[in-house]
């Protein structure tokens, strides 16, 4: 089966099911005359128990370590089950602090922040989290396209200046200037390039591209 066809099947999308095999949970077999993925059946039970898991929450280390059977389902459901436990009493804590805050028949520059964000921190002392955490995962997905953007430009402003610098000292043998002007477009057009990829990247994860395989 091709990838469409597994996404009609299954009902999770393709960038779901290429994010997955990405993350080592899913390893079709490739067409040997096209090179293009083969989905088979044992691909869509897979997926299927992926879907499954991911919409009780479980995380995809967990499901890769039930895939790889170094622990069983019912030692992946016990351990989520203490993380879904502490979740919700988190959920009562914020549910809690929102009823109080419901009473507060006022504009909100006249709510007294301060006293609620104390006891917030109070609980958050004892092991209450209220932070949004897929926040958090958006700025960690950042700094790797970031840092091999950075990276790429670095080097490449670095070969520029080396090849300006050398001009300077030998300008009685410099090249044309045509030429000159070539060889640094060879340079500063991938610089671009890199920006242009990194902005549009920025955009993806801002988006939540990055977010959608956590429907399934």
Known sequence: MKINEVEALV????????FYEEKGLLSPSRNSENGYRDYGQAEVDVLRRIKLLRK???????IRRMQEGTQTVGDGMRRHLVTLERERQNI??????????KDKEMPLSQLDAQSVLEEMEMLEQSGA?????QQQDIRIRYIAPIAIAAAAVVV??????????GLLLDSANAPPL?????????????????????????????KGEADDAKKY
């Open 129 to 133: 989290t209220f932070q949004n955490k």
């Open 11 to 18: 009902g999770i999308t393709k960038k779901n099911i290429r």
């Open 92 to 101: 009562d804590e914020a549910v809690r602090l929102c009823a109080l805050l």
């Open 178 to 206: 045509a030429a000159v002007v070539v060889l640094l477009a060879v340079l500063i057009f991938p610089i671009i390039g890199v920006l242009l990829a990194l902005f549009q990247r920025i955009r993806e994860i801002s």
């Open 156 to 165: 490449l402003a670095a070969l520029a200046g080396l090849f300006v610098w």
């Open 56 to 62: 009780l929450g479980v995380p995809i280390d967990e």
